[in-house]
């Protein structure tokens, strides 16, 4: 494998380490420690994904445009390293929105253009070179969760606990930022790139994009997954159900590749969405650990098959991940908001049922017309 995707793989890591740290107790920290509501963690994960995705299309079309790759990638790993600590000073549902919309921006600088990166260097197998990247970063996520769970179990679950996590996520993001910037070569530029007509060959991604966005829609982030687990489980030993997450991820995700490789995107991309069905449908039973492990098996099917559907056919990637990304920001925020406000006003069951019946209807509208998306073939 290309050295700088193994590169790119550690930076990832130590990336997804420190932010898993953070994930794995920031829903915990906003709804049980600043006493908030479900539906102020919906506005939180909202805008943040707005910020997140939405401007993945601008760096991804600038990308393409000026062909721009290394230095958005380098400085979008040092925003996020630096910005994460800073949430040790978040003590209101605002401010913790706000820094970690910060945080996001460093995502949306390198996201679609990482992508693009992984692609130009993915020497036609692109499927692998995904699935080996997205292990990598479920890898640095399942540490990050070990971490955090060894913390609160033998130091606790205080506040001042939860912030000292926090501050300590600079350390592993730092290293993300010094073997990205020493160890990965930039993309060789290519000036025919700038005259393209960004997405003008690539309209025929646009229907397995919309399906794939109509999903995010209706699908729980796993925050929501977290908050529903602390109705079974202890505080402390949430992590454990974050590493079972992660730990799922990392072990399929390059077998998800190669069958990627093998047999398509779609039949992947429809096998996600059963994982997702299963999934939900364990939540609502309150069968915790069967929940977390399929919607690990969602998750890294998905994006994998997702990011290997746009390495493979889009004439202009970075633009075409940028397109993917914006979608996911309007999409997957909106349906936040909405599932962040059905579950506090109507209840965590009703928020599953609208979650289960709007990604039946997607899978069967991707099942019924599956044809028209099989364009690798």
């Known amino acids: 494998m290309n050295k700088n995707i193994i590169a790119l793989g550690f930076v990832s890591f130590f990336t997804d380490m420190a932010s898993n740290m953070v994930t794995t107790i920031l829903p915990i920290y906003v709804v049980f420690g600043l006493h908030n509501g479900v539906d102020k963690l919906g506005y939180i994960l909202a805008i943040a994904t707005i910020i997140s995705y939405g401007f993945r299309f601008l760096f991804g079309y600038l990308s393409d445009k000026y062909q721009v790759v290394k230095p958005f990638?380098?400085?979008?790993?040092?925003?996020?390293?630096?910005?994460k600590p800073l949430l040790y000073f978040g003590n209101s549902w605002e401010s913790i929105a706000t820094l970690r919309g910060i945080e996001r921006v460093g995502k949306a600088l390198r996201s679609a253009t990482k992508d693009k990166m992984i692609s130009e260097f993915s020497e036609k197998k692109s499927g692998r070179t995904f699935g080996f990247h997205k292990m990598m970063d479920i890898a640095g996520e399942m540490v990050g969760a070990t971490i955090v769970f060894i913390i609160l179990f033998f130091s606790g679950k205080s506040i001042e606990i939860f912030k000292s996590i926090f501050a300590w996520t600079l350390l592993p993001g730092i290293l993300g930022v010094v073997i990205v910037v020493f160890f990965v070569d930039d993309v060789p530029y290519k000036k025919e790139d700038r005259k393209r007509l960004l997405l003008a060959n690539d309209k025929k991604l646009l229907p397995m994009l919309f399906v794939y966005l109509g999903f995010s829609f209706f699908m729980f982030s796993d925050s929501f997954f977290i908050i529903k687990a602390k109705e079974t489980i202890k505080i402390e030993y949430i992590p454990l159900m974050v590493i079972l997450l992660t730990f799922t991820q990392a072990v399929a995700s390059y077998f998800f590749g190669i069958m990627i490789d093998k047999i398509g995107v779609v039949k992947i991309v429809i096998l996600s969405f059963v994982f997702a069905i299963f999934s939900m449908g364990f939540l609502y039973y309150k069968l915790i650990i069967q929940s977390f492990i399929f919607l690990g098996l969602f998750l890294v099917s998905s994006s994998n098959a997702i990011r290997s559907y746009i390495s493979d056919n889009a004439a202009n990637k970075g633009s075409a991940y940028g397109v993917l990304y914006a979608g996911v920001a309007i999409f997957s925020s909106l349906g936040a908001i909405t599932i962040g406000e059905i579950w506090q006003y109507f209840g965590d069951k009703i928020a599953i049922i609208f979650s289960l019946s709007g990604i039946a209807l997607m899978s069967l509208v991707?099942?019924?017309?599956?044809?028209?998306?099989?364009?690798?073939q």
């Open 366 to 376: 991707l099942m019924v017309s599956k044809k028209r998306y099989e364009y690798r």
């Open 73 to 83: 990638v380098v400085l979008g790993y040092f925003i996020s390293a630096l910005s």
